[in-house]
T-cell receptor
């Protein structure tokens, strides 16, 4: 069983709408949780990195939340754009940071 | 930040041959990571390459199949040896800078074995 579960697996929304992607994890001990955006055919690009003590972090139209008690994180995208179409990957880094566990990703498609 | 140049971007190779992928970073980094990404799936860590020591391989990956070099703090190579069609995948290198503060990825190498 994957220790980092993402939902939904895929999502289609209309341009301008908001959406929220979910990430539940079971791994510990926990150092930080990251959200990456990966365009097709490209390497992942970091969106946010949150430590255990952080509850929310924003990067432009992207806002990530973290509840370390329930081991849940979400990535909220506001006023979606066509360029937001990509895979969004949740990654949990364990204490030594050499060990990272990847979610399977959510494939987001934004349509005009 | 760190800028990573990964080569080649793609290649089509015959089974039984080997391919070496290069990863050049524009700054000195201690840890470099090599990942594999199967189509439509997330990343799987192959190994961690630290300068001056042997690479550390994850379960399911062995040095004979994926030899790694790390001659200095800005460069690393991953070789996919004796390739079979099952090795067709995207291979990515990654670096960590400033502890946990940031991770950067290369553009990836799309390998097709025929």
């Amino acid at each position: 069983k994957n220790q980092v579960e993402q939902s939904p697996q895929s999502l289609i929304i209309l341009e301008g709408k908001n959406c929220t992607l979910q990430c539940n994890y079971t791994v510990s001990p926990f150092s930080n949780l990251r959200w990456y955006k990966q365009d097709t055919g490209r390497g992942p690009v970091s969106l946010t990195i949150m430590t255990f003590s952080e509850n929310t972090k924003s990067n432009g139209r992207y806002t990530a939340t973290l509840d370390a008690d329930t081991k849940q994180s979400s990535l909220h995208i506001t006023a979606s754009q066509l360029s937001d179409s990509a895979s969004y990957i949740c990654v949990v880094a364990l204490v030594n940071n050499n060990d990272m566990r990847f979610g399977a990703g959510t494939r987001l498609t934004v349509k005009p | 930040s760190a800028v990573i140049s990964q080569k080649p971007s793609r290649d089509i190779c015959q089974r039984g041959t080997s391919l070496t992928i290069q990863c050049q970073v524009d700054s000195q980094v201690t840890m470099m990571f090599w990942y594999r990404q199967q189509p439509g799936q997330s990343l799987t860590l192959i190994a961690t390459a630290n300068q001056g020591s042997e690479a550390t391989y994850e379960s399911g990956f062995v040095i004979d199949k994926f030899p790694i070099s790390r001659p200095n703090l800005t460069f690393s190579t991953l070789t996919v040896s004796n390739m079979s069609p099952e090795d067709s995948s995207i291979y990515l290198c990654s670096v960590e800078t400033g502890g946990w503060t940031e991770a950067f990825f290369g553009q990836g190498t799309r390998l097709t074995v025929v």
